[in-house]
């Protein structure tokens, strides 16, 4: 494999699609179970590589160097093999924070919830923070960690968020009747963001569309992140405008 993505379960995605449209290159979804991730990792036999679930932290310590941006975050999506030597970047955050603007959702001064913590959840954190969020709530229910709360506190303290963001893969195709939260917890809420990029509209997007919120799903993310670890693959720069132009072509396919 020269170029693809790696994750434990990738009948879902559409990264295939996307990154042969963005540039001239077979591009293979190559699911890993977690017992041959590592032999996979130690073989290094690619020359560049998307990382998704469970692996974007996982992969950290097969690394020769990181970008600050994925220093930063603790989650590496994008690794780049440079004569044996593999180099992480995370474009997860750029992604999201060019979907955000794009849909014009202002975050500014904004409170902000985020559910799920893992590695997906970092680089939004981030995101949400270099787009100058007033509070950012994270809410877990796996291992709660430091500033990591649980779905109930959410509920009884945080109803007035403004903003609500899943990260968790909650909702995600096939498990499309699944919902992280109800959104009649947060009154106050004026959009959703959530990063699944399937199904095109999610049960939670489609509640706060229901309850006048804005809503929109990752796809636009997942095409925008995908542009930007193709200029790294391939150490070149990709317009802007080919990020729209497959975001409405994968949007048909999706409907």
Same mark, same amino acid.
């Given at each position: 494999?020269?170029?693809?993505?790696?994750?434990?379960?990738?009948?879902?995605?559409?990264?295939?699609?996307?990154?042969?449209?963005?540039?001239?290159?077979?591009?293979?979804?190559?699911?890993?179970?977690?017992?041959?991730?590592?032999?996979?990792?130690?073989?290094?036999?690619?020359?560049?590589?998307?990382?998704?679930?469970?692996?974007?932290?996982? /992969? @950290?310590? !097969?690394?020769?160097?990181?970008? *600050?941006?994925?220093? &930063?975050?603790?989650? %590496? #999506? +994008?690794?780049?093999?440079?004569?044996?030597?593999?180099?992480?970047?995370?474009?997860?955050?750029?992604?999201?924070?060019?979907?955000?603007?794009?849909?014009?959702?202002?975050?500014?001064?904004?409170?902000?919830?985020?559910?799920?913590?893992?590695?997906?959840?970092?680089?939004?954190?981030?995101?949400?923070?270099?787009?100058?969020?007033?509070?950012?709530?994270?809410?877990?229910?796996?291992?709660?960690?430091?500033? /990591? @709360?649980? !779905?109930?506190?959410?509920?009884? *303290?945080?109803?007035? &968020?403004?903003?609500? %963001? #899943? +990260?968790?893969?909650?909702?995600?195709?096939?498990?499309?009747?699944?919902?992280?939260?109800?959104?009649?917890?947060?009154?106050?809420?004026?959009?959703?963001?959530?990063?699944?990029?399937?199904?095109?509209?999610?049960?939670?997007?489609?509640?706060?569309?229901?309850?006048?919120?804005?809503?929109?799903?990752?796809?636009?993310?997942?095409?925008?992140?995908?542009?930007?670890?193709?200029?790294?693959?391939?150490?070149? /720069? @990709?317009?802007?405008?080919?990020?729209?132009?497959?975001?409405?072509?994968?949007?048909?396919?999706?409907?």
């Amino acid at each position: 494999m020269e170029y693809g993505l790696i994750g434990e379960t990738l009948g879902h995605s559409s990264s295939k699609q996307i990154h042969e449209q963005l540039a001239d290159y077979c591009y293979e979804p190559h699911p890993l179970s977690r017992e041959e991730f590592p032999v996979f990792m130690e073989k290094k036999e690619f020359r560049a590589i998307n990382v998704t679930i469970p692996y974007k932290q996982a /992969v @950290i310590p !097969y690394l020769t160097a990181m970008d *600050d941006s994925a220093k &930063a975050i603790g989650a %590496v #999506n +994008t690794i780049v093999n440079r004569q044996g030597q593999l180099f992480g970047y995370n474009t997860d955050m750029p992604g999201f924070i060019y979907m955000v603007k794009r849909n014009e959702i202002n975050i500014r001064n904004k409170k902000v919830v985020v559910l799920g913590n893992g590695g997906a959840s970092q680089a939004i954190q981030a995101g949400v923070k270099k787009m100058g969020a007033k509070q950012m709530v994270i809410v877990g229910n796996r291992t709660l960690t430091e500033g /990591v @709360i649980t !779905y109930e506190a959410c509920f009884r *303290d945080h109803g007035d &968020a403004e903003i609500i %963001v #899943n +990260t968790s893969p909650v909702g995600m195709y096939p498990q499309i009747d699944s919902s992280p939260v109800d959104l009649t917890h947060f009154p106050h809420c004026e959009a959703v963001v959530d990063i699944i990029a399937n199904p095109l509209t999610t049960k939670l997007v489609a509640q706060a569309r229901e309850l006048g919120m804005k809503g929109i799903t990752g796809l636009e993310m997942l095409v925008a992140q995908a542009k930007y670890a193709a200029e790294i693959f391939l150490d070149t /720069v @990709i317009p802007d405008e080919k990020i729209d132009e497959i975001y409405e072509n994968m949007k048909k396919t999706l409907s």
